[in-house]
């Protein structure tokens, strides 16, 4: 048994065929190329825009002609990964795909059902001979894995629908209907650096902070894990009040979207002060590790003597970049009134780095409520500049709002219940969807998500099941036919 044996054909069939395309993301040139080609075969209307991202377009069926049009919405590229022990040339080869029970997998690299399966329900509601549609037009973006691109370049005028669904969803029975928007915002300290005077008498210590659990700055903003800047300035901060505490080096976080799981500082305080320091740093452990005990069980802190640097940051300079840093705020700050459980706007104070002549700071801000993002890249803004760094942000992209009144929601449910008797879940998520872009230029669309279930997404244990595309592929077209 292969993919294209699989029943119904005119989804499994047409997933056979894009698996076989190469499509790594910003390399979408002959995926773009086999859908224009498709839409030529079919006799669909189509354009491809200036980004690479195709339209396809046909007619209502009969009856259907006043009804709004409705749009299905995928993405063409695919995050490219493989185990080390398998040669695959991700540019030419076809992806080397397999049935297992329920599943369909790929031979050491990743699938591309994501999003390779919403581009084949789109297709095939396109082409199916007995679906009864409004106008019904399908958007194919490019590069949605590293950056967006499509969705941001997608120009306003070329989509004619007012309502959208969103297939790059990856679990069975939910429904999607809101995402968060996010901004960056980026300081730098600029300093000169003083050298160390050895007669000062100085104890220079490392503090490590080490081993704690990070994540997703969206995704798992949330679970109560430590930040590990937090604690590294925390302890610094409580000993600069008692004495002179003075930064050589400061380091931690990485990714500006992850939450930061390492970071240290090299720090010098008065030599007569280093059996304190120790006392004080013992006692701050204790206090970490129970505030933290049923979530960072990994959690290392460490304090060592080091040799002496021969230069630190200006007085001044350590004192402020503590200060501001502490104020700085990081984590959830407001949950969605709509949606129990959803993070309405949250901040990741994501990294510091010592750079040429400047400590850079790193934080991003997620909201599903636009004001709410300015709002606290602004306090960002604030405790960064009390430093007197120079903070910048990003463009940022837009969130889209829960609209928990939508009829699409509506269709979408009842469509659900009547296929398996039983409620979708109806979700939103804090991190950033290709739909809260589509809102910039097309304000008035109405939109859900929906996809089959997969798992191990983004890596070479990503499947995609069988039975949960069948399903989701009945939802949608009772979905449209509603509409
Ligand atoms: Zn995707």
């Not at 990743?110 to 679906?131: N, Q």
């Not at 449910?413 to 872009?437: D, F, N, R, S």
């Not at 304000?443 to 069988?466: A, N, R």
Request: net charge negative; proline share 3%; charged share 25%.
């Amino acid at each position: 048994m292969q993919v294209k044996d699989l029943q119904p054909y005119e989804v499994f069939g047409i997933f056979d065929m894009i698996t076989k395309v190469p499509r790594p993301s910003k390399r979408e040139e002959k995926i773009g190329a086999w859908l224009v080609d498709f839409a030529k075969a079919h006799g669909l209307e189509y354009i491809q825009d200036k980004a690479g991202n195709v339209i396809m377009r046909v007619p209502a069926t009969n009856g259907y002609e006043n009804h709004e049009g409705v749009i299905l919405q995928a993405h063409m590229d695919m995050v490219c990964e493989k185990n080390n022990d398998i040669v695959h040339d991700f540019m030419n080869d076809s992806i080397q795909t397999y049935i297992d029970g329920d599943f369909i997998k790929a031979r050491g690299t990743t699938l591309g059902g994501d999003d390779g399966i919403g581009m084949a329900m789109a297709l095939a509601a396109l082409t199916s001979k007995t679906l009864k549609h409004p106008n019904l037009e399908a958007l194919f973006t490019v590069d949605e894995e590293t950056g967006l691109t499509g969705a941001f370049k997608l120009e306003d005028g070329l989509l004619r629908g007012k309502k959208l669904i969103n297939l790059d969803s990856e679990d069975d029975g939910q429904l999607f209907i809101g995402c968060a928007g996010g901004i960056d915002t980026l300081a730098k300290l600029y300093f000169t650096f003083e050298n160390v005077n050895n007669e000062d008498n100085w104890f220079a210590a490392r503090v490590k902070v080490s081993g704690l659990m990070g994540g997703h700055s969206g995704d798992d903003i949330n679970k109560g894990r430590a930040n590990a800047n937090k604690l590294l300035v925390r302890f610094l901060f409580n000993e600069s009040k008692k004495t002179t505490l003075r930064i050589a080096t400061i380091e931690g976080g990485n990714l500006r979207n992850a939450i930061a799981r390492e970071a240290e500082a090299l720090v010098l305080v008065p030599f007569e002060y280093k059996e304190q320091l120790r006392i004080d740093f013992n006692n701050y452990v204790s206090e970490i590790e129970s505030e933290y005990k049923d979530v960072e069980k990994g959690m290392v802190l460490s304090l060592e003597s080091e040799t002496l640097p021969s230069q630190i940051m200006p007085h001044i300079i350590s004192e402020r970049l503590l200060l501001s840093l502490y104020a700085c705020p990081h984590g959830v700050q407001s949950m969605s009134k709509d949606m129990p459980g959803l993070v309405q706007t949250s901040t990741n104070l994501a990294s510091v780095k010592m750079r040429d002549g400047f400590v850079e700071i790193n934080t991003s801000q997620r909201s599903s409520v636009e004001s709410e993002k300015h709002d606290i890249k602004n306090m960002v803004e604030c405790a960064l500049r009390l430093s007197g760094a120079k903070v910048s942000h990003g463009d940022g992209y837009p969130g889209w709002k829960p609209n928990i009144n939508s009829l699409l929601l509506d269709k979408a449910k009842e469509a659900y219940i009547e296929i398996t008797g039983q409620e979708p879940e109806v979700k939103a998520i804090h991190a950033g969807l290709e739909c809260g872009l589509f809102l910039e230029k097309y304000p008035w669309l109405d939109m859900v998500s929906i996809g089959p279930q997969m798992s191990g997404v983004h890596s070479p244990t990503e499947q995609l099941s069988i039975s949960s595309t069948q399903k989701t592929w009945l939802w949608l077209q009772k979905t449209i036919e509603k509409l």
